[in-house]
Structures are given as C-alpha cells and as structure tokens.
C-alpha cells in the first residue's frame, strides 16, 4: 500500500532527474489503471499488477533551458527555446552579452563563475547548454553535482577529451560522463550560430521525447499533488481523435467533492470526466464521442 501512495511522487522525482520515461498502461481486464515506468538506465517503478492489454507512450517534461554563455549560438538557441515555449535562464559574465535587452525573455544572470555557479538548481526538466567565453569546464564540473537532465557543451573533439580528462581528474567516472552530450548538438550540417542551435535544439527535443512520436509533457508538481491526496481520482486522457480539446498525456486531479487541479481541455470532455470521477471507486478506461451532441 506505501509502495502505491508514493508511486506519483518516484515518477515525478524520476521525471525532474531523467527528462523522460516510458510509461505502459493497462487499458483492459480486472488490472485496468495499472501502470508501469521505466527509464534507459534501467529504472523500474510499477503501480499494480500488470496484466492485461497495454498501451506504451515516452511521458516528459518540458525541458527548462540553462544555457551558460551569452554568444551569438546562445542568442539563437533561446530565439528556438521561446518558439518552443521553454523557459530559459541565461548566464554570462560581460554585461552586453548577458543582458536582459538581449534576452528579454530569459531570466539573466550576470556575472562569472563564483558568482553564477553556486546556486543548486532545483527545477524539474532542467537542461544545461555550455558555451561561455572561458569557463566552460567549471560550468561542465558544477553541472555534473546538480540535477541536470541533460548537459551539452560545445567545442571541438579535442576540447572535449580535455574537459573529461579535467573531470575525472576530480573523481568523475565515465559513467558519470555519459550524461554529458559533447560536442553538442546533432551532426546535421552547418556552421553558422543559427545552424549550430538548430542542431542543438533538435538534440534536445530528441533527449525528452526519447525519439518517439507519441510522448506526452508531464506535469510532475500534479503527479505529486496525486501522491498526497487522500480521497481523490486522477483523469488522464489516453489519446484523441479528431478536435478534441482534450490533448493525450493532459491531467486533472478530481476530489470527492468535485474540487479539481489540472485541466484535460476543458468544455463538456472535462466536465464529464470530472462528474465520472467525483464517483469513481476502481480504475476505468472511459470513452467520450463528443461528435454526437445535440
């Protein structure tokens, strides 16, 4: 029973480390609602008994971009990341460069490495992109002790054998290194700063969808909500056809007394939901064809 109450709070905190998971759904027979995630490095957490038929999605989070360097490729990079919808902070030491006129959508950071590298970091989703002017490998040392989801560095194969060589010089192993993508970006092509951050963009997008069509961004501070609530149903919306508001991977969290935090879309699709699940007391596969109204 522990194990269950605290099943959405492990794949959230899953979730903020590993940028994405695989999670397999039970949609039929007595274990419907049963549910399982694993990870690439071989992270297994289970929800029921998982018998039945299964639908398999990648659920993520939306990465969070800190990008460590406020050059040409950086401006690029977070002109992509706002496209995106990502939230970015920006970090460099020369006032014109790593400015908020420059990034005025960033959340900017000033300063050199004693000043920017001290804080832990403790969003879910975060991503480390280095490229600073000259403290790349302090950047590169203090990402590996936070909880990064994914790190990059640019520079050429050469700078990188260096930097690793640095790291485990200071007690990083080459496992730990794994995590770090460098050089970074896909080998697409091109050398302009637009083409560099393209390539990086695409790497990332990549990293947390897990390269698979059907992923779903994952709302971990509702996951936890989930794992808290005493007497509460949580709706998740499994796939959709047509126009439905309702976007496959979107949560809402229904209390008994019809109170809800999340949203599936909105109008009748969510309203329905919400009066099933006020009632709710098992775990069902409910389906809703809003194409015959009225």
């Known amino acids: 029973m522990e194990a269950m109450e605290h099943y959405f709070s492990q794949v959230a905190d899953a979730l903020a480390v590993k940028g994405h ?14 549910e399982e995630v694993t990870s690439d490095d071989g992270l297994k957490l289970t929800r029921g008994t998982m018998e039945g038929d299964s639908i398999e999605e990648v659920i993520s989070v939306r990465p969070h971009l800190f990008i460590y360097g406020g050059g040409h490729v950086a401006l690029a990079l977070y002109q992509l990341a706002c496209l995106g919808k990502l939230e970015v902070d920006v970090f460099d030491e020369r006032p014109d460069w790593g400015s908020p006129e420059r ?31 000259n403290y790349d490998k302090e950047c590169l040392e203090y990402a590996m002790t936070q909880p990064f989801s994914y790190i990059g560095m640019t520079g050429s194969a050469t700078k990188t054998k260096i930097a690793f060589n640095s790291m485990k010089k200071r007690g990083f192993s080459d496992y730990d290194l794994r995590k770090v993508h460098a050089p970074i970006g896909l080998p697409i092509g ?26 779903m961004v994952t709302d971990p501070a509702l996951l936890r909500a989930a794992s808290q609530a005493t007497d509460a149903v949580l709706v998740r919306v499994l796939e959709n056809k047509g126009s439905s508001p309702a976007t496959p991977g979107a949560m809402i969290l229904v209390q008994r007394d019809g109170s809800f935090i999340g949203t599936i879309g909105g109008g009748m699709i969510e309203k329905t939901a919400i009066d099933t699940a006020k009632v709710l007391s098992y775990d069902k596969v409910e389906s809703y064809d809003m194409s015959r109204r009225g």
């Open 21 to 34: 998971l695989v999670r397999r759904t039970i949609v039929s027979g007595p274990h419907t609602g049963s």
């Open 103 to 133: 990034f005025p959508e960033a959340t900017v950071h000033q300063g050199g490495p004693k000043e920017v590298l001290k804080e832990p970091i403790s969003v879910p989703g975060a991503y480390a992109v280095i490229m600073t002017h």
């Open 190 to 215: 091109g050398d302009t700063p637009s083409e560099i951050a393209v390539s990086i963009m695409a790497e990332i997008i990549l990293h947390y969808t897990g390269g698979k069509k059907h992923h």
